[in-house]
């Protein structure tokens, strides 16, 4: 059973980069067959996935997140990494990473597991 858990900042400053950490246990983020995705909620919103890596590497982002995301992984922790540059009070939510075996089950929000999520502020 895959078990993930996030950690890092609960608020970050406007213009800032957000990064958080997803540790893996149960599995490992080289040899698993899944797609290891963020996603966030805003309050009062709903889920938006941001993007996934696949034990290739490779990775894959919402297109209009593109631009500020950066998904990563340290193969010496097993650990999947967050970066979202420039971000503004509109970025604060709840902070999830999730896997899955299958892209398009990630983008449906259909995961195998999921970590308790984190919460993420952005304000001065």
């Known amino acids: 059973q895959v078990q993930l858990q996030e950690s890092g900042p609960g608020l970050v400053k406007p213009s800032q980069t957000l990064s958080l950490t997803c540790t893996v246990s149960?599995?490992?983020?080289?040899?698993?067959?899944?797609?290891w995705s963020w996603i966030r909620q805003p309050p009062g919103k709903g889920l938006e996935w941001m993007g996934a890596?696949?034990?290739?590497?490779?990775?894959y982002y919402n297109p209009s997140l593109k631009s500020r995301t950066s998904i990563s992984r340290d193969t010496s922790k097993n650990q999947l990494t967050l970066q979202l540059s420039s971000v503004t009070p509109e970025d604060t939510a709840v902070y999830y990473c999730?896997?899955?075996?299958?892209?398009?089950?990630?983008?449906?929000?259909?995961?195998?597991?999921w970590g308790q999520g984190t919460q993420v502020t952005v304000s001065s």
């Open positions: 890596i696949y034990l290739s590497g490779a990775t």
């Open positions: 999730a896997s899955s075996v299958d892209l398009q089950r990630a983008r449906r929000f259909e995961y195998d597991s």
């Open positions: 149960g599995g490992s983020v080289t040899t698993s067959y899944y797609y």
